[in-house]
């Protein structure tokens, strides 16, 4: 297909240093990383202080759609890492709207969730661990939503017949940023539905 | 556009912050007080602080009006940038002079709590819950702020930028940084409260940084603004 | 590429150590730990920090031990 034959390709980065993206991005995403660790803090000290609360709690989350959405966000990393390589292959590349689809399924079973829990009669101002994880998983799905902005990013850049460099570097960029979004989960879900 | 003008406008950050950080002591806001405190308990600070509340609160009044020669600066530097950027430099020009206000309403608020210590406690709590949640939930703006700052700075396509990338991500960090504090509405206790960890200092502490990252930057950039061939619609105002 | 497996395969064993809603401190630790892991794991390969400069990866491996240590004596230490 000419579309095929008119994209670039570029070097994968095996050989030689790379910072994916740009070096000023990771201030940003480590500093965010930086933020939620302070989060997990809260969350390990209460765990702490009052572990029979918490576990008490922690009964009235639904850990079965945890983990759907903990594997949601996994494959959607792992779609996202084999797109980015197929935009630097040059190659074209369809799992990015799966990534896509598996973001908006997590955002509407996160809803659904919240509902759930909400019915149940728990609300942030239950206690200080409903307090913690609406707070919580309401700004990792704020930061979710950036993420899907991102996705819908990636997805425009692999419609275009040719990536420059610039435009590899932005996806790099996009890519990483939606991997933050996954680990950061992949500490709270333990965190507050786990670790009793 | 004077480069001197702008440098001085520029170094303004550093007053504000010398300013602020003193009115901070001087009156008592560090460590600040809790949300759960009893009227009673609250009467009592202003009663046994007033005059140092009262002078710490005159030299915040003045630090706030420093932040517009340096807000003003940085809408200059973004146009600078470039000219078509002109709607970015608004919108920091918009949220910056609102965090002005941000500054001084409290102030003014607080000023009016320290007035007359002697009277109903439960005045002095209700003037001073209006004070404390216009001082901590007043951060959108500088959410916005932040924000336009940074996609201006990454839009600047100069091989060696006129404000550096970092600062732009840095930028986006201290938006997400400012926002905990809207929470504090639900909270009397905990870090989300008006004194909490994330509603108070970490908020406070990036606000702070904020100001000692970007002044020297911005004076840097300034002394770099001759240098530049300027797009010739460069001199129209916003 | 193994990562993918290899995560879900620690996200269900740490699932499945879960929700028996053991009190026990070791698999608690346990839990967190393999959580650290699949951080390690995802910044590494998804976000090719293994082949980011030194600074950077250090940056990163720093962070995941520091937030590991840190929860870990917290959950260890009651």
Redo the contacts between chains.
């Keep these: 297909m000419t579309a095929t034959a008119a994209r670039t390709e570029h070097p994968a980065p095996q050989r030689h240093r790379h910072i994916p993206g740009e070096a000023g991005l990771w201030v940003f995403l480590l500093g965010d990383m930086i933020m939620f660790s302070v989060f997990f803090g809260f969350i390990a000290v209460l765990h702490g202080r009052h572990p029979k609360m918490f576990r008490a709690s922690q009964h009235a989350l639904h850990p079965d759609l945890g983990l759907l959405n903990t594997l949601l966000l996994l494959i959607a990393s792992a779609l996202v890492a084999r797109g980015l390589r197929q935009l630097r292959s040059g190659r074209p590349t369809r799992t990015l709207p799966w990534a896509l689809l598996c973001a908006l399924g997590f955002a509407a079973i996160k809803g659904v969730e919240y509902a759930l829990v909400i019915h149940d009669g728990h609300t942030p101002s239950s206690n200080d661990f409903f307090m913690y994880y609406f707070v919580f998983t309401g700004i990792h799905l704020a930061h979710l939503a950036i993420g899907i902005g991102a996705l819908t990013f990636l997805i425009v850049l692999s419609r275009r017949p040719a990536l420059s460099r610039g435009h590899l570097l932005a996806a790099e960029g996009a890519a990483s940023y939606w991997h933050m979004v996954d680990l950061l989960w992949l500490v709270l879900f333990p965190l507050f539905y786990l670790v009793a | 556009m004077s480069r001197r003008i702008l440098t001085v406008c520029a170094s303004f950050g550093y007053v504000f912050i010398a300013l602020f950080f003193a009115a901070l002591l001087i009156a008592h806001w560090i460590p600040p007080m809790a949300p759960s405190w009893s009227a009673e308990r609250v009467a009592a600070f202003y009663t046994d602080h007033a005059n140092s509340i009262r002078a710490g609160l005159v030299v915040m009044l003045v630090g706030a009006v420093t932040t517009a020669p340096f807000v003003a600066a940085l809408s200059s530097l973004i146009r600078r940038i470039d000219s078509r950027l002109a709607p970015l430099a608004a919108t920091q020009l918009v949220c910056g002079a609102a965090n002005v206000a941000a500054i001084f309403v409290p102030v003014l608020i607080f000023t009016a709590t320290a007035y007359r210590p002697d009277r109903s406690p439960d005045i002095t709590m209700a003037l001073n819950d209006t004070a404390w949640i216009t001082l901590v939930m007043n951060a959108f703006p500088a959410v916005g702020q932040a924000i336009a700052v940074g996609v201006a700075i990454l839009a600047d396509k100069r091989p060696t930028p006129l404000l550096?990338?970092?600062?732009?991500?840095?930028n986006?960090?201290m938006a997400?940084?400012f926002?905990?504090s809207i929470?504090l509405t639900?909270?009397k206790t905990?870090?989300?409260a008006w004194n909490g960890?994330?509603s108070f200092w970490?908020a406070a502490g990036a606000f702070g940084a904020w100001f000692l990252v970007m002044t020297p930057l911005m004076v840097r950039a300034a002394s770099r603004v001759d240098d530049d061939r300027a797009p010739a619609d460069l001199e129209t105002a916003v | 590429m193994w990562v993918f497996p290899v995560l879900v395969l620690a996200t269900l064993s740490s699932w499945m150590l879960g929700i028996e809603g053991s009190t026990s401190t070791l698999i608690g630790c346990a839990v967190v730990a393999i959580a650290l892991i699949k951080v390690r794991l995802v910044g590494l390969h998804f976000m090719e920090l293994r082949n980011a400069p030194a600074a950077l990866r250090g940056a990163f491996e720093v962070y995941v031990v520091a937030t590991g240590a840190t929860l870990l004596t917290l959950y260890a230490i009651p």
């Design positions: 550096p990338r970092w600062a732009a991500y840095l986006f960090w997400f940084l926002l905990p929470l639900f909270f905990g870090p989300f960890i994330l970490v």
